[in-house]
């Protein structure tokens, strides 16, 4: 990520500051941020397409210290409605809400 944003900053590449964590099989992520539009000239970054065409979503406003109880909630109403995971899951960041508010973090978890 820092890589990334190195990038971004020192290019000037117009973003919408909304980091995407996508977690993919064999514990592989990704890290990348919703640009405004392609840079027209080369760059380090690369485009990631990401389709989850169903998900369980929830939106965790709360300490990043939480997440793995967020997770395990996530996951229990998942089978408590029939539903089954997929490999492939999406943690948004960046919604800045100022500096006396707790961080906002979507998560989407897709479904078989």
Do not use: C
């Not at 820092?2 to 099989?25: C, F, L, Q, S």
């Not at 539009?37 to 485009?47: H, S, V």
């Amino acid at each position: 990520m820092d890589r990334m944003w190195a990038e971004i900053r020192t290019r000037k590449i117009p973003n919408k500051g909304m980091n995407h964590w996508v977690y993919e099989p064999s514990n592989k992520i990704f890290v990348g941020v919703e640009l405004d539009e392609d840079p027209a000239f080369a760059t380090i970054l690369e485009r990631k397409p990401v389709s989850l065409p169903k998900y369980a979503y929830w939106k965790h406003t709360g300490p990043y210290s939480q997440i793995a109880s967020v997770y395990k909630n996530i996951r229990a109403e998942i089978k408590a409605r029939g539903f089954e995971e997929s490999a492939y899951s999406v943690e948004i960041y960046g919604h800045d809400r100022g500096p006396k508010t707790a961080p906002e973090i979507e998560i989407l978890v897709g479904l078989k």
